[in-house]
């Protein structure tokens, strides 16, 4: 069973960096699937922000691109996300999900992690 | 950037019927968008429900069911039970990205 946890901090000051990473277990990060990231602000719904396959390919969301870094590190098996020049509208609760290549979806999720953007 | 549509919010009653549609703010959704459904219960993860349009999920029970209806994807429960109660996201494919739509808020009463 595919297992996902996010890490990282939990407050980011304004202007700063978001840096997150999700560690996967349960499979191969190495598989034939793409390592995404989802977030959600307070009270509201969900927002993908990009993903990357194990190959170094990567898609992001085009509202977000220019801020926004997906890496992987197989070594580790696990992956992560930078997100720069953040503002309050940033704070949320971030998801790493596994992205079926094949079949197009979201089959395993990790719990979440809220960051909030504050000084 | 397209948007996805959902409705806000939706009611069903204990063991009634209820579908959910997911559409475009411009065009018509079609099984090309690999349309996807996620139920997620406050402060949870999303759970997958349905994919490719009508495949379940494993564990997922049989009462509910994905489509097409007209131009929009569709989540239909069938005998809607009190645990059903939750948010519903679709999200869809569009070639390089994905658009979640804004999720539907089931209230069974």
């Known amino acids: 069973q595919v297992q996902l946890q996010e890490s990282g901090p939990g407050l980011v000051k304004p202007s700063g960096t978001l840096s997150l990473t999700c560690a996967v277990s349960?499979?191969?990060?190495?598989?034939?699937?793409?390592w995404s990231w989802v977030r959600q602000p307070p009270g509201k719904g969900l927002e993908w922000i990009g993903e990357m396959y194990h190959t170094g390919s990567t898609n992001y969301n085009p509202s977000l691109k220019s801020r926004v870094t997906i890496s992987l590190d197989k070594s580790k098996s696990q992956f992560s996300l930078n997100l720069m020049s953040v503002t309050a509208a940033d704070t949320a609760v971030y998801f790493c999900?596994?992205?079926?290549?094949?079949?197009?979806?979201?089959?395993?999720w990790g719990h979440g992690t809220l960051v909030t953007v504050s000084s | 950037q397209t948007a996805v549509t959902q409705e806000p919010s939706f009611s069903v009653s204990p063991g009634g019927t209820v579908t959910l549609t997911c559409g475009l703010s411009?065009?018509?959704?079609?099984?090309?968008?690999?349309p996807s459904w996620y139920q997620q219960t406050r402060g949870q993860a999303p759970r997958t429900l349905i994919y490719t349009t009508n495949s379940r999920s494993s564990g997922v029970p049989d009462r509910f069911s994905g489509s097409i209806l007209g131009n929009k994807a569709a989540l239909t429960i069938t005998g809607a039970q009190a645990d059903d109660e939750s948010d519903y996201y679709c999200?869809?494919?569009?070639?390089?990205?994905?658009?979640f739509g804004g999720g539907t808020k089931l209230t069974v009463l």
């Open positions: 411009s065009g018509s959704v079609s099984t090309n968008y690999f």
């Open positions: 349960g499979g191969s990060i190495s598989s034939d699937n793409w």
């Open positions: 999200v869809l494919y569009m070639g390089s990205y994905w658009v």
């Open positions: 999900a596994r992205r079926s290549w094949v079949l197009l979806y979201f089959d395993y």
